[in-house]
T-cell receptor, first 112, second 113 residues
Framework: DAKTTQPPSMDCAEGRAANLPCNHSTISGNEYVYWYRQIHSQGPQYIIHGLKNNETNEMASLIITEDRKSSTLILPHATLRDTAVYYCIVRVANSGYSTLTFGKGTMLLVSP | KAGVTQTPRYLIKTRGQQVTLSCSPISGHRSVSWYQQTPGQGLQFLFEYFSETQRNKGNFPGRFSGRQFSNSRSEMNVSTLELGDSALYLC????????????FGAGTRLSVL
């Protein structure tokens, strides 16, 4: 699986959009971009994933650049409960294996 | 639909003892994976079970073992505990569909004294 690079921390005001970047310049054509988050003392939570088109669900939007070398997770209206570590992962989907490799992630702090 | 359930949530053991952790996956999920999370090493993959067979294994010593039952529930065992085994142990289940999304439990926090 390709490696990813994320900023170690970011701040966001409550109610504003949080834009979390991820660099994955060595991504392969069959690798998806996944985002998970982990709130303190809880297990990681799946947020969203995509291959090359932008994706949106009830939690967030995922914007992937045309060359697929980077992506941005957007939380449109951040709340205090969105404070967590956000992990960007690149992996092959439907590979028959379930292993995940989490990097250091980005610690997002949402403030009032 | 119930999520992934891990028991117990907290455990305190002493060096040399053994421990068994339990994981009940989401109904219908046949794949169960185990991870160890520590502040220094982050999230590390232990092993994955699918339909009662170990399908993939991470780089952990043989003291770490697991199994999966016919109802997809899984157990993880650590023998001869060491201080360095203190960690949050996470279980994740998936259906093995096209995207193979992992759904995690809340974890079992193991402290070895």
């Amino acid at each position: 699986d390709a490696k990813t690079t994320q900023p170690p921390s970011m701040d966001c005001a409550e109610g504003r959009a949080a834009n979390l970047p991820c660099n994955h310049s060595t991504i392969s054509g069959n690798e998806y971009v996944y985002w998970y988050r982990q709130i303190h003392s809880q297990g990681p939570q799946y947020i969203i994933h995509g291959l090359k088109n932008n994706e949106t669900n009830e939690m967030a939007s995922l914007i992937i650049t045309e060359d697929r070398k980077s992506s941005t997770l957007i939380l449109p209206h951040a709340t205090l409960r969105d404070t967590a570590v956000y992990y960007c992962i690149v992996r092959v989907a439907n590979s028959g294996y379930s292993t995940l490799t989490f990097g250091k992630g980005t610690m997002l702090l949402v403030s009032p | 639909k119930a999520g992934v359930t891990q028991t117990p949530r907290y455990l305190i053991k002493t060096r040399g003892q053994q421990v068994t952790l339990s994981c009940s996956p989401i109904s219908g999920h046949r794949s169960v994976s185990w991870y160890q999370q520590t502040p220094g090493q982050g999230l590390q993959f232990l092993f994955e079970y699918f339909s009662e067979t170990q399908r993939n294994k991470g780089n952990f010593p043989g003291r770490f073992s697991g199994r999966q039952f016919s109802n997809s529930r899984s157990e993880m065992n650590v023998s001869t505990l060491e201080l360095g085994d203190s960690a949050l142990y996470l279980c994740a289940s998936s259906f093995q569909g096209l995207t193979d999304i992992q759904y995690f439990g809340a974890g079992t926090r193991l402290s070895v004294l």
